[in-house]
């Protein structure tokens, strides 16, 4: 899988916006973009993924790069509920269904 | 909830015996994978059955080994264990299609002493 760097860490005031960003440069033509959290003492949990379109759901926002070299998790308003290792993964079709997790950024939210 | 669900919970072990670890997908998901998150090596995969069948093996040793039973359930052994081996082990379950999100168990945590 393709390589994907992120901030160790982020801190963010409850009620605000978050932005966490996600670097691919290597992204293949066929990788989709995923992202899971983890909150404390529990396993990862999706949270969106998508290909080339900015995509929402009821738990975020992805909005990605024009040449897909990076993308943007958006969590419109942090709750405490949301402090949690973020992870950003590649994942393509054709090479197998496991999850390379790397390293994540872990999201604080103060109140 | 994700609907996966893994047994025990915490199992606390010496160095040198063998255990196994369960795992029940969500209900209609043919896939299962585990996982493995030790603070020195993050969260890695080890193995993914597909309707019974290995489709894939990540960082598995070979102490390691699991199979998945005609009703979907899994079972992950660990034998000879090392100090190392202390980690949570996460089973993940997810319908068929590559792209398909994957719902992860609660994890159990094993304490190798």
């Known amino acids: 899988d393709a390589k994907t760097t992120q901030p160790n860490s982020m801190e963010s005031n409850e009620e605000e916006p978050v932005h966490l960003p996600c670097n691919h440069s290597t992204i293949s033509g066929t990788d989709y973009i995923h992202w899971y959290r983890q909150l404390p003492s529990q396993g990862p949990e999706y949270v969106i993924h998508g290909l080339t379109s900015n995509v929402n759901n009821r738990m975020a926002s992805l909005a990605i790069a024009e040449d897909r070299k990076s993308s943007t998790l958006i969590l419109h308003r942090a709750t405490l509920r949301d402090a949690a290792v973020y992870y950003c993964i590649l994942r393509d079709p054709g090479a197998g269904n496991m999850l390379t997790f790397g390293g994540g950024t872990r999201l604080m939210v103060k109140p | 909830d994700s609907g996966v669900t893994q047994t025990p919970k915490h199992l606390i072990t010496a160095t040198g015996q063998r255990v196994t670890l369960r795992c029940s997908p969500r209900?209609?998901?043919?896939?299962v994978y585990w996982y493995q998150q030790s603070l020195d090596q993050g969260l890695q995969f080890l193995i993914h059955?597909?309707?019974?069948?290995?489709?894939a093996k990540g960082n598995i040793l070979e102490r390691f080994s699991a199979q998945q039973f005609p009703d979907l359930h899994s079972e992950l052994n660990l034998s000879s264990l090392e100090l190392g081996d202390s980690a949570l082990y996460f089973c993940?379950?997810?319908?068929?299609?590559?792209?398909?999100?994957?719902?992860f168990g609660p994890g159990t945590r094993l304490t190798v002493l």
């Open positions: 993940a379950s997810s319908v068929s299609a590559p792209i398909n999100e994957q719902f």
């Open positions: 059955y597909y309707n019974g069948e290995e489709r």
């Open positions: 209900s209609g998901d043919l896939s």
